[in-house]
């Protein structure tokens, strides 16, 4: 498969044996970046840790970058998928109870991700580091923010798209922000971290759709 893009995945795989190779690769991945950091794993090792050659790894993936794009991509879908339909709810029940549910079942998502897969902090430092994994970051989060901007404009439609378009940009990269960091802080710290950002969630979009 061509492609601009040096990390994609090199083939895209069609059959079910195919597809389980590439989904125990990105797992296996994902623990060891999880046990000893990214910059510390090779895919030799990655491939010796999934009982493969280390020439079936690199049929699908040219280099360890392509692997964290591949999950980064499953990640931002899924998330995108669940706000899309958290959203489309509270627009057409727009109260403040249904908000706050809405609220809470995203960043609870956003939570459990983190909580359940602790190398996410390691992949989004790779993100984070890398030209084209931060483009495609970007790519989402403008996707993200158009969601929640199309909204509030649905339910409030005397509101200022462009002072909207913002204020979604700035939810969105809070919400991804706050969720990393108190993923670094002690429990009580981080539930409590969790509380505020829910709060402050729901005064924004109510003060943004009235």
Request: glycine share 2%; aromatic share 4%; charged share 25%.
């Amino acid at each position: 498969m061509k492609t601009d893009n040096e990390n994609a995945i090199r083939r895209v795989p069609q059959q079910e044996r195919s597809r389980q190779k590439v989904t125990t690769i990105l797992d296996t991945a994902m623990r060891l970046f999880q046990e000893s950091g990214m910059d510390s794993i090779s895919m030799r090792e990655i491939a010796r840790a999934c009982q493969m050659p280390i020439a079936t790894v690199y049929q699908y993936f040219p280099n360890k970058h392509a692997i964290v794009q591949k999950i980064w991509e499953g990640h931002s879908s899924d998330a995108e998928t669940l706000l899309a339909n958290e959203l489309a709810a509270l627009q057409s029940t727009p109260t403040t109870a249904s908000a706050r549910r809405v609220i809470d079942r995203i960043v609870d998502s956003a939570i459990n991700d983190h909580e359940s897969n602790p190398a996410f902090l390691e992949i989004r430092r790779c993100v984070d580091a890398t030209p084209d994994l931060r483009k495609l970051n970007l790519e989402n989060t403008l996707r993200v923010a158009d969601l929640i901007r199309k909204m509030i404009v649905t339910i409030n439609p005397q509101a200022d798209e462009a002072q909207i378009a913002n204020y979604a940009l700035i939810i969105t990269q809070t919400t991804s922000s706050t969720v990393r960091l108190g993923q670094q802080l002690p429990a009580r710290r981080r539930d409590e971290l969790y509380a505020s950002l829910k709060s402050f969630l729901l005064q924004t979009v109510e003060s943004m759709a009235d």
